[in-house]
């Protein structure tokens, strides 16, 4: 939980309303083969830079001027997307570090919007700052953001400037993925969020790892070469995987509590056989099955004796 939201939301809020704030916008290419990446200024008219201000204060007031609505939970990278708001603060933000570290290097003057840069445009920031604080808009880049000068919130370009409609357009888009403001990130598009910053990449070799320790498992899982394409070949199986990866149960799995389970006729549509050796193989159509159990899902309530699968779990410590 954000547990300053009400001060946190009407400090930006504040801030985006000062008269002498300076506006840039930049843009971040990435080399996809070496992973590298290059930032870009582009000068603004004043007309622009006032649109831009507006344009982000216009959405933080309505998205934050009533935080008491609003609930605010750490980002858990193994859901696809969330009801509620994530963000991402203290120690986690080491992970957004390497991206926000490169509006502090060399930054390169924008003169032209050519087919190479934007083959690789990754995101573009705007960025508001005062002398003695500032706060980033990141919105992914897409193609279809070249667009034409019939849209309100569009930019032409020309000799290195951006100016008011009289062109083909740049279009800066009305909504924004995160904004990094006060030693916070809060999250509006998690999809993109993990685009920029590269976090699926994390998700996905964590998913990695995890299916390696699933191999190496006292148990079997019948099909085991087919079960590991299907899961990472999806993007929900491969949240999945992260989030077995960073718990620290699937070693406490017993073939004698999943039997159980099975033989009740809590788990359906999957079944376990036993090798020559006596080594317990579990075997389903239904990969969800296999990964809910490693995942650990299946849980009895103390007060009903109902059970419950249950994905998110918050564990009671013990004095």
Known sequence: MLQDKVSYCKNLINFLAENELSVCILFITRN??????????????????????????????KSYKKPEKKVFEKYDPSKKGNKHTEFLDGVDLKDIKPILDLFESEIIDLKRIDKSFLENLWFYVIRLESQNNKVLFFKKYSKGMVLTKS????????????????HDIFMIANKIDCIYFGDKLIIRCKGNFEKIFNFFKRIKSNALSAMKIIEDLPFKIDNINQF?????????????????????????????????????????????????DGKFILS??????ILNILDDDYVKSLLTDIPYEASEKKEIKQN
């Open 32 to 61: 996809k083969e070496n992973d590298s990446y290059n930032v870009f200024k582009g000068n603004l008219s004043d007309e622009v830079g006032q649109t831009l201000k507006e344009l982000c204060f216009k959405l933080s007031n």
């Open 151 to 166: 849209f309100p919130l569009a930019m032409s370009f020309k000799g290195g400037d951006f100016d008011k409609l009289k």
């Open 228 to 276: 590991k394409e299907t899961c990472l070949n999806r993007e929900m199986m491969i949240r999945k995987l992260n989030n077995i990866y960073s718990r620290d149960t699937i070693g406490k799995i017993k073939p004698d509590g999943i039997e159980s389970l099975i033989k009740k006729g809590i788990i359906k549509n999957i079944s376990f056989s036993r090798d020559q």
């Open 284 to 289: 389903s159509p239904d990969p969800w099955k």
